[in-house]
């Protein structure tokens, strides 16, 4: 099982930046794949963006590519999310996913195994 804590999110204007923080903690392995999702109100859960602790191999959905970066700091399992150039469409609450002992991620919810409680990211124009 592993804990997932995130940090960061709250309230910007459009434009404006953000960064969100995850550390995962327990049986995560030697190398564990950590990804963040988000769900708007009346939408379903989309892929933001995962990296491997391994490689380090990031990957971004489209909706937010070229504006978000994660990176994950080394010899930690904990990862960040830069969010840069917010817009009201990148409201929602932001989740923390994770799959130990993986070398590799992938985008599928199904993917991951252990989940945040959330942060919530509000954008304002």
């Known amino acids: 099982l592993v804990q997932l804590v995130e940090s960061g999110g709250g309230s910007v204007q459009a434009g404006q930046s953000l960064s969100l923080s995850c550390a995962a903690s327990g049986d995560t392995g030697s190398s564990i794949c950590m990804g963040w999702f988000r769900q708007a109100p009346g939408k379903e859960r989309e892929y933001v963006a995962s990296i491997d602790t391994s490689y380090k191999e990031a990957s971004y959905g489209p909706a937010v590519k070229d504006r978000f970066t994660i990176s994950q700091e080394n010899g930690k399992k904990t990862v960040y999310l830069q969010m840069n150039n917010l817009t009201t469409e990148d409201t929602a609450m932001y989740y923390c996913?994770?799959?130990?002992?993986?070398?590799?991620?992938?985008?599928?919810?199904?993917?991951?195994?252990?989940w945040g409680q959330g942060t919530q990211v509000t954008v304002s124009s």
């Open positions: 996913a994770a799959r130990a002992f993986a070398t590799w991620c992938d985008k599928p919810e199904s993917w991951y195994f252990d």
